[in-house]
């Protein structure tokens, strides 16, 4: 069949000035994004898709941190082996937190001085695999970096890679290999923020608060839990 010249133009034009009604108006329902900021495009109703417009913890924490670190077995006994080969109560390290729009970018520099009274008698240990150095001269160190996006709730909390894991970074007890695990960042207030990385074996916490008004100084506490027969262990 073959159709006229002015019913063409006429399907033609309804083809081409059809459209999806505007929200918020008389004649269609209320914008979602009234309501859930997860669906406002950024800058509307206070939505941001900038971390530290999410919440103001974030513009404090970003920065270049040295620490002294203490590790305890079970949460209660140093681990001050006094002939291992290098010292780790306490240890030292650096971290450098950066915060760009949506992304965190989080670099962890670990540092474990030479033990002068080290049994080198003993292999080294697994945290120093392909080490090199000389028992009880040498120390070592260790990197772990990762990187965090912010969530579609905008509200502060940050997901991240399996990579920034707060452990030691080493092939230990605490590492998390399983990639179904779950990293968030998630403030508490404008001085504290908690972590955790949770996996089907292992729970790792971490609370950072600040604690001066300046915001120059800081403290962490970390624990490891280990998840086996129906029963949580602190490790």
């Keep these: 069949m073959k159709l006229s010249t002015p019913l063409v133009a006429l399907l033609g034009l309804l083809a081409t000035s059809s459209s999806a009604s505007e929200c918020g108006q008389w004649y269609s329902s209320a914008c979602v994004c009234e309501t859930d900021i997860r669906y406002c495009p950024d800058g509307t109703n206070g939505a941001s898709d900038d971390i530290k417009d999410q919440h103001p913890f974030w ?3 970003e920065g270049f941190y040295s620490y002294t670190s203490h590790t305890f077995r079970r949460g209660l006994y140093p681990s001050d082996n006094p002939t291992k080969y290098f010292l780790s109560f306490p240890s030292q390290g650096f971290m450098n937190q950066t915060i760009a729009g949506s992304r965190t970018y989080n670099h ?17 240990p697994l945290m120093a695999i392909g080490w090199v150095g000389q028992c009880g001269v040498n120390g070592h160190n260790n990197l772990v970096e990762g990187f965090g996006t912010s969530t579609p709730e905008r509200d502060g909390t940050v997901v991240t890679t399996l990579a920034l894991q707060p452990d030691s970074g080493g092939n230990n007890a605490t590492s998390i290999k399983d990639e179904s695990a779950e990293y968030k960042q998630i403030p508490i207030d404008n001085n504290t923020l908690f972590g955790s990385a949770k996996s089907n074996v292992y729970l790792v916490t971490e609370t950072f608060s600040f604690t001066n008004e300046e915001k120059t100084k ?6 490891v839990y280990m998840t086996m027969n129906n029963s949580t262990t602190l490790i």
């Excluded at 474990?112 to 008698?121: I, K, T, V």
């Excluded at 800081?218 to 624990?223: E, G, I, L």
């Design 59 to 61: 513009k404090d924490y």
């Design 108 to 124: 962890r520099y670990n540092m474990f001085a030479p033990n002068p009274n080290a049994n080198c008698s003993n292999p080294a």
């Design 218 to 223: 800081a403290s962490a506490v970390q624990d």
